[in-house]
């Protein structure tokens, strides 16, 4: 799979690896519909920063949470 395409298949993928990664309880705020396919290296950006960093830390998971937010349709 490469993720630096902008697909629809990537986009789920990206959403469903960041809410696994944040623990979110409430999956459907990460709906692949509620986000528009043009913000794509938006959310590739942040992905790669959570892979990267591995754990994020409370106040870190809030400011991911809040970007996600601005990136949402």
């Given at each position: ?13 990206i959403l469903k690896e ?9 999956e459907s705020i990460m ?31 809030q400011a991911f949470i ?8």
């Amino acid at each position: 799979m490469n993720l630096n395409e902008a697909t629809n298949e990537n986009l789920a993928y990206i959403l469903k690896e960041i809410a696994s990664q944040l623990r979110v309880v409430n999956e459907s705020i990460m709906d692949p519909d509620d986000y528009n396919l043009e913000k794509y290296d938006d959310l590739k950006a942040l992905y790669d920063v959570l892979i990267q960093k591995g754990q994020l830390s409370v106040s870190e998971t809030q400011a991911f949470i809040q970007e996600l937010s601005s990136i949402r349709k």
